[in-house]
Structures are given as C-alpha cells and as structure tokens.
C-alpha cells in the first residue's frame, strides 16, 4: 500500500469534468496509470464505479476545479462548458477542452478561459471509448493553443491516448478533428452505396467487404498527391485517370445503380462538382481542383 501512495503522489492530479462514455474511459485509463483523479458529473450517479475504483467525486464543477490545477472538460458540447464552468474560478488552472467544437468555438472558448485567468488547450478526440487506453487501437487527440501547456502535460495527455500538437491557434485542433472526420463521413457514404448495389443479389456483404475494404486502402494514396498538387499548384503532376476521363466513364456508374434500384443521392453532388470544373477547361487535371470549388 505504502508503494502504490508513493507512485501515486509522484503523479500528475487530474480534475476531469464529464463521465459519458468517452469521459469514462479517460477517467479509467487515468485511474490505471496512477493519477489522482478528482471527477465530476451533472448525473452523480455516473460517477459511483469510478469512487470505488479510487476517483475523489466533487460535489460541484466548483468543487472540482478547486481540486487541482489540471482541468480536463470532456462534456456534450461548447453550451455544457460554459453551463458546467459558469461562475467557477479559473484564475490560474490549466484548462483542457477536449469536447468536440468548431474551430471558431474553440478561438472563442480560449479567449473566454484566458479572459478568466486560465491557460487553455483544445483538443480533438481521434478515437471512439473502446479506443481509450488501448495503444495498439492508434487512438490520438489533436491539441492546439498554448505551447506551454501542452509540453508540461504532455506525459499525462498521452496517457489516454497519443498526443499530437497541431499550433498555437486554439481552433487547429478542431479544424483537424472536423476535417478527418468529415473524410470519414464522404467514405461512409461511398461503403454504404457499394453495399446497396449488391443488395439483393447473390453477392453475400461479407464477401464483397475484404474487397471494399482492401480497394479503398489501395485508393488511399490519392491523398498525398492530392496534397502535392495543392501545394505545388500544378493539378496536372502525376496525373492517373485524368478529369475528363472520370467525367466520362460516370454515366456507367449512375446506369447501374438506376438498374440495381439505388438512389445516387450519394454520389450526384461529387459528380456535378466534377463536371462544374471540367466545364472551366480543366480536363486534362486530377480531381484536386474539386477542392477549390469547395472554396466559397
């Protein structure tokens, strides 16, 4: 017992406000590595296994910022923060938001916590609850804002998951968060429409998912020399299958799925926006010149 005290007391305290599923699991990983945890939420009861698992449970937000100078808000959204913190002195903590926001949500919220006498940290959750504390999952939190807090707590940060700083600006974290998980979603919405060709035939999921699954990895590697032609401003570099060859062959997509009975409401605004900019004489490009006409 006398040694588990003193590897606790050499450890970094932990204030942790919010104990959904994904406040849960950092609260647990905390716990395993020997933090002192101080946990609160606005439904107590969530916060009762964690008591027996050694967590300290606060009354109050208030109490629980008193608690120590390390703060992590892991609640809904930016209304909870400012609900849950409202009234609750700041003045000298260090102040980790790691709810999912806009990047303008973020600037805001860091100015709001500075304005307060915090340091402030924002952060984007790479991962799903089962993630946590699992190294092999490759889960990462993105971080933006202040340089200096993030470096003093980069140990405990990583303890959860990888750590990754993304710049002083306090939305960066967001932004990343916002711009993989919207990659995410486009990708989503490509399985869901290979799935619903095959619907109905003899083409078992199972059997066409290692197919699916392998061809999107292998199309991955658009993504650098699409990022190299942002870059570079030449969308003509290593040109495969140019733009107006893709324009071209996309009528056999929209035929088959009027013929297999699936809606194209999936694939139609990529493809008008890849017609948008064939028609400004660019065929002999890749598809990155879809990105500026995303530009407003």
Known sequence: MAQNTVETSSKTPVTLLGLGAMGTALARTWLAAGHPLTVWNRTAARAEPLAVEGAVV??????????????????????????????????????????TSTPEQARARAAWAEARGARYLDGGIMAVPPMIGVPEAGAYVFYSGSAAVFEEYREVLGVPAGARYVGADAG????????????????FAGIAHAFALVRGEAVAPGELAPLLRD???????????????????????????????????KGTLLRTAEEQGVSVELLSPYFRLMEHRLA????????????DLLRR
């Open 58 to 99: 606060a009354a109050t937000a208030a109490e629980a910022v008193a608690a120590g100078r390390l703060v992590v808000v892991c609640l809904l959204d930016d209304d909870s923060v400012e609900q849950a913190l409202d009234g609750v002195e700041l003045a000298g903590k260090d102040l980790v938001d790691v709810v």
């Open 172 to 187: 960066y974290a967001a932004l990343h968060d916002v711009a993989l998980l919207s990659a995410m979603y486009g990708m």
């Open 215 to 249: 061809w999107l990895t292998a199309m991955a590697g658009s993504v650098e020399r699409t990022a190299a032609q942002l870059e570079s401003g030449d969308y003509t570099s290593g040109v495969v299958s140019n733009l107006a060859m893709q324009v071209a062959g």
């Open 280 to 291: 400004l004489g660019s065929g002999a490009e890749d598809l990155t010149g879809v990105v």
